[in-house]
């Protein structure tokens, strides 16, 4: 395509080059790939199930590195850019309905159960504030959809337009929670170091960031006294190099009407740039809707330091491996079992590594030793959407572990497809990494992303439809060239919140 002044002008703001731009257009000519996939992974192959003693071996492993190494940065990183708009979609439906009178069994449940959401309160006193009246007595004359309006609109709660991580979601008797606070009461419980400090960076969209800083403001203090620690909390925003041309249904870049390119949000994937900025050896990721209370947070913070303690176990001997290997003094045996390990610990397989002379074999190994690591705690597959643990082809030839999405599958294959629905697991997002390598330099992540893995989807703009670029996702090909290691975790640890009527779960209550 040509380029107008406009043009590099936009590109120049945004930090992106000519180059990325025709890039992102092929992408829309030819498409990306499906994944090859070799099996969906299982406890007989590819998830590492946990035995009593392993927990307790993993649990001691991770004390003794949170408590005793203090030239180690440890961060919780915590993707929390996303709207709550879509957790009210169905009451935004019902407001827009002809119906004024709760008919679907979603409208009949929120209101039933109104009086447990942990925004029940503020929501009474909005009610009051725009109406004079109260929830019960609107609900009482029949007025359903003014409560509706005053939990989501900017007259009231303004819910609708706010990040999901600044509503409250929790009650307690000393003051309720949104899930910002719950994620700095869990660095407090599993992420603090020797010197007690307690690294949480968010990630947030400009427009929130600074609501964002106010709620730090009010609350931190509260948590960091109550448990005895300090914080350190700091934000980042999604680069707008991130950003991605959007095109009209002929591949053609799509112009607003003033003509300017349209560029939109990547994804999440997006977020491995900020991921890549932070000074950190040991992060975790979760993200900001999957918390729970305090009466059910027990599981959560044993297994996110179960994962961790696999995590710096495993490092610790591939740091091990990697010293021995560039020090030039090793046997063959020692070479072989170090192959093993790749195989069977590291779940990293090549058909052609026996044809390899020793010399060759050990490029291999320091190539595959020498990555970021991450280990991913995995669910029992229950039927949520989303990805999951698989074993995947990958371009060098090796079968690895792979976070997949359906969208990376070929589901017009019947041999894909089954395989995609044999699997076992889901993939929650619950993860730990270690992103320094064996001489403590950071590892430059873009550099593991397999850029084949993005995915194209249809959107619209003021009523002309649209085609958009994804990136590849953050824990998706964002990590595709990462050592990757999947754990069984219960299921206990996975509560995420997708529409408003999860509060009523247990796990929120």
């Not at 090793?330 to 026996?354: A, G, M, R, S, W």
Request: charged content about 25%; aromatic content about 10%; some cysteine.
């Amino acid at each position: 395509m040509t380029l107008n002044q406009q043009d590099k002008d936009l590109l120049k703001k945004k930090g992106i080059s000519e180059e990325k731009l025709a890039e992102e257009l092929a992408c829309f000519q030819h498409g990306f790939p499906f994944l090859k996939l070799y099996a969906a992974a299982s406890i007989d192959n590819g998830i590492m199930e946990l035995s009593p003693v392993n927990q307790d071996a993993y649990l001691k492993a991770w004390d003794v590195y949170a408590t005793t190494m203090t030239d180690k940065r440890i961060v919780k990183f915590v993707p929390a850019s996303g709207a709550a708009s879509r957790m009210f979609k169905d009451l935004y439906a019902f407001l827009d309905a002809e119906y004024n009178v709760p008919t679907k069994a979603y409208e009949k449940t929120f209101f039933s159960e109104i009086h447990k959401f942990a925004f029940y309160d503020d929501l009474n006193e909005a009610c009051l504030k725009i109406y004079g009246k109260g929830i019960t007595a609107l609900i009482a004359e029949g007025s359903y959809k003014e409560v509706v309006a005053a939990l989501l609109k900017e007259e009231g709660l303004n819910y609708g337009n706010l990040p999901k991580g600044l509503l409250k979601f929790h009650a307690y008797d000393q003051g309720n929670r949104t899930p910002l606070e719950e994620h700095l009461v869990e660095g407090a419980l599993y992420a603090a170091n020797k010197n007690k400090k307690v690294n949480v960076h968010f990630t947030v969209s400009p427009q929130h960031h600074s609501l964002f800083e106010a709620k730090v403001a009010e609350k931190a203090s509260t948590y960091a006294n109550k448990y005895g620690i300090e914080y350190d909390i700091s934000f980042s925003e999604q680069k707008p190099s991130t950003d991605t041309v959007a095109v009209d249904m002929n591949n053609e870049p799509f112009r607003e009407e003033d003509g300017k390119l349209l560029f939109r949000p990547g994804g999440h994937g997006a977020l491995i740039e900020n991921l890549n900025d932070l000074d950190a050896d040991i992060v975790f990721i979760k993200n900001i809707d999957n918390v729970v209370s305090d009466g059910l947070r027990g599981d959560t913070v044993v297994y996110k330091k179960i994962l961790a303690g696999i995590l710096v176990t495993l490092q610790q001997q591939v740091f091990n491996y990697l010293q021995l290997l560039e020090s030039g003094k090793y046997t063959h045996e020692q070479v072989l079992n170090i192959l093993q390990f790749v195989q069977k610990q590291l779940f990293c397989k090549n058909p052609d590594t026996k044809n390899l002379e020793d010399a060759e074999l050990v490029i291999y190994l320091k190539n595959k030793l020498n990555r970021p690591m991450r280990v991913c705690g995995m669910v029992k597959n229950l039927g949520e959407p989303g990805g999951g643990p698989f074993l995947a082809y990958n371009p060098d030839g090796t079968i690895s572990s792979q976070i997949l999405e359906s969208s990376q599958i070929d589901m017009n294959d019947p041999e894909k497809k089954a395989l995609f629905e044999k699997g076992t697991h889901f993939n929650p997002v619950d993860l730990v990494c270690a992103i320094k390598d064996f001489k403590g330099n950071k590892f430059d992540l873009p550099k593991y992303v397999d850029k084949a893995t993005g995915f194209i989807s249809q959107k619209s703009k003021n009523g002309r439809e649209l085609k958009a670029l994804e990136l590849p996702g953050l824990w998706n090909g964002a990590m595709s060239d990462w050592i990757t290691v999947f754990v069984e975790v219960p299921v206990s640890t996975f509560n995420p919140v997708k529409v408003v009527n999860d509060l009523l779960r247990e796990a929120h209550q």
